[in-house]
């Protein structure tokens, strides 16, 4: 996994400057943040339940917000964001907090929610285990963050192009998270009836140009530590479009940008959820349910 206890693989200062650089004009980019966040929302109508204080983890301007709605009850949306920049646009109560050193009490909300923010974060687990104490018992946790098949189009065109202008390889796209290892945190983390699942949304541009100018006007251009630092090379951008072209345009002359987005849900245990029953504790076997025979025992059964 790229994100462990110890390992910087991002450059939280840069992820703030982009954030910084992008808040004055995130609403002509964030299609992508309404979207999955409005996809994330809909979880709450499966919970029978109101949540009377909830966390917007990540909330940059406020997107979630504005497309919640009324579901989950939530009478108060705290947001909270890394980029000052971004926080200064927000709806109050808002404030500027780091993901990986968040400053809330334990037991504050009974809700947290977050929306493609978490994947920027070193020390995931860390994390986790904050958001889950600052969650009351019985509170809900929901976050939405890009998994590993994101920009695979994006990611081959500028490698290949990155090798044959300047001769080497360098990150151009962050690493993200595997779905099979993010079960595995949320336990790690200590939530209780851990979900995971993954959609695929892919989106159609006029050319690679317009991606990348959604990219940067979200604030999601690259912040891997180990990224080339300065200015791209021109032959290298023209030749990573050139090949995003000819690979993937459609007759039109579009290209798809695919998102994979890995969907977490977990819970502060409490003692009224449903606990797994304890080993050699089944009162009935499978197989009379299933009136399946045991062949061991013959025609009889017996």
């Known amino acids: 996994m790229p994100v462990?206890?110890?390992?910087?693989?991002?450059?939280?200062?840069?992820?703030?400057?982009?954030?910084?650089?992008?808040?004055?004009?995130?609403?002509d980019h964030?299609?992508?943040?309404?979207?999955?966040?409005?996809?994330?929302?809909?979880?709450?109508?499966?919970?029978?339940?109101?949540?009377?204080?909830?966390?917007?983890?990540?909330?940059?301007?406020?997107?979630?917000?504005r497309v919640l709605g009324p579901r989950g009850g939530i009478r108060m949306l705290v947001h909270c964001d890394l980029s000052p920049a971004m926080a200064a646009r927000a709806p109050r109560?808002?404030?500027?907090?780091?993901?990986?050193?968040?400053?809330?009490?334990?037991?504050?909300?009974?809700?947290?929610?977050?929306?493609?923010?978490?994947?920027?974060?070193?020390?995931?687990?860390?994390?986790?285990?904050?958001?889950?104490?600052?969650?009351?018992?019985?509170?809900?946790?929901?976050?939405?963050?890009?998994?590993g098949e994101t920009l695979k189009e994006l990611r081959a065109a500028l490698a290949a192009a990155e090798i044959g202008e300047e001769g080497g390889l360098s990150p151009r796209v962050s690493p993200f998270v595997d779905?099979?290892?993010?079960?595995?945190?949320?336990?790690?983390?200590?939530?209780?009836?851990?979900?995971?699942?993954?959609?695929v949304l892919t989106v159609s541009y006029a050319d690679p140009f317009r991606l990348m100018s959604d990219l940067r006007g979200m604030g999601e251009t690259n912040a891997a530590m180990g990224r080339r630092k300065g200015?791209?090379?021109?032959?290298?951008?023209?030749?990573?479009?050139?090949?995003?072209?000819?690979?993937?345009?459609?007759d039109d002359g579009r290209v798809p940008a695919t998102f994979q987005v890995t969907y977490l849900t977990g819970w502060r245990?409490?003692?009224?959820?449903?606990?797994?029953?304890?080993?050699g504790s089944a009162t009935s076997r499978l197989a009379d349910a299933l009136d399946v025979r045991d062949p061991s025992k013959g025609e009889s059964g017996e």
Not at 51 to 56: E, G, I, R, T
Not at 98 to 120: C, G, K, N, Q, Y
């Open 93 to 147: 109560p808002v404030l500027v907090a780091d993901e990986e050193a968040l400053p809330f009490a334990s037991a504050t909300f009974d809700l947290v929610m977050s929306v493609l923010s978490l994947h920027w974060v070193n020390d995931l687990p860390g994390t986790l285990t904050q958001i889950r104490a600052a969650l009351k018992p019985d509170g809900l946790f929901l976050a939405a963050l890009l998994g």
């Open 179 to 199: 779905v099979r290892d993010a079960g595995y945190l949320l336990q790690r983390a200590g939530f209780a009836l851990p979900v995971v699942d993954t959609d």
């Open 231 to 250: 200015l791209s090379r021109r032959a290298t951008i023209m030749g990573a479009a050139e090949r995003y072209l000819s690979t993937h345009g459609d």
């Open 269 to 279: 245990p409490h003692e009224s959820q449903q606990q797994p029953l304890r080993p």
């Open 30 to 65: 964030d299609f992508l943040l309404r979207e999955i966040g409005d996809r994330l929302a809909d979880r709450l109508d499966d919970v029978r339940r109101a949540f009377p204080l909830a966390l917007d983890l990540g909330s940059r301007t406020g997107v979630l917000r």
């Open 4 to 27: 462990t206890n110890g390992m910087h693989v991002f450059d939280r200062c840069a992820v703030r400057r982009h954030r910084d650089r992008a808040a004055p004009r995130l609403h």
